[in-house]
């Protein structure tokens, strides 16, 4: 799996758009870019993922640059729920294909 | 969307005894299973991958003698702590893919095991 670079933590003021950035510079060209969070004490949660376009669904958008070495996932609008733990993977596709988990990035939403 | 539950959420043991813990796709099927530990304030740390029928395979410094997986269904896949240590405290978290284009994995709950 490519490996991801992410910042260890970020603030957000409640009602902002939060922005957060994952490098991907040896993504392979059949991986795909995921995001997951995960909130104290529970397991991770699915929010979005992409190969190449920008996606978008009710939870977030994520945004992939042209060159797909890095990525943003946006929560348009943070709510104090939203303070969690975000992980950004790469990986090819294929039910079998492991998921390895970097530091990811502690989002803190303050009020 | 797909669901996959876990069962105990929460399991206190004597040490020396063992502790099945039971991962099940609610809603869909899944030939590939995957196992994971995380201890505190660490990131997942993937153990093993089950597959329906056959034997899992295990990453390399996890004991596959104590961690006993068992996938026997297209909807379930147990992990078997085998005489628990304090150490073996963690928690435990399994994941499971329904198919599709990108074969999204979903993750269970987790399982909080402590080892008295």
């Known amino acids: 799996d490519a490996k991801t670079t992410q910042p260890p933590s970020m603030d957000c003021a409640e009602g902002r758009a939060a922005n957060l950035p994952c490098n991907h510079s040896?993504?392979?060209?059949?991986?795909?870019v995921y995001w997951y969070r995960q909130i104290h004490s529970q397991g991770p949660q699915y929010i979005i993922h992409?190969?190449?376009n920008n996606e978008t669904n009710e939870m977030a958008s994520l945004i992939i640059t042209e060159d797909r070495k890095s990525s943003t996932l946006i929560l348009p609008h943070a709510t104090l729920r939203d303070t969690a733990v975000y992980y950004c993977?790469?990986?090819?596709?294929?039910?079998?294909?492991?998921?390895?988990f970097g530091t990811g990035t502690k989002l803190q939403v303050i009020p | 969307g797909a669901v996959v539950s876990q069962h105990p959420s929460r399991v206190i043991c004597k040490s020396g005894t063992s502790v099945k813990i039971e991962c099940r796709s609610l809603?869909?099927?899944?030939?590939?299973m995957f196992w994971y530990r995380q201890f505190p304030k660490q990131s997942l740390m993937l153990m093993a991958t089950?597959?329906?029928?056959?034997?899992?395979?295990?990453e390399q410094g996890v004991e596959k003698d104590k961690f006993l997986i068992n996938h026997a269904s297209l909807t379930l896949s147990t992990l078997t702590v085998t005489s628990a240590h304090p150490e073996d405290s963690s928690f435990y978290i399994c994941?499971?893919?329904?198919?599709?284009?990108?074969?999204?994995?979903?993750f269970g709950p987790g399982t909080r095991l402590t080892v008295l």
């Open positions: 994941s499971a893919t329904p198919g599709g284009s990108a074969d999204t994995q979903y």
């Open positions: 040896t993504i392979s060209g059949n991986e795909y």
């Open positions: 992409g190969l190449k």
């Open positions: 993977i790469v990986r090819p596709p294929g039910g079998y294909q492991k998921v390895t």
């Open positions: 809603d869909f099927q899944a030939t590939t």
């Open positions: 089950s597959n329906e029928g056959s034997k899992a395979t295990y």
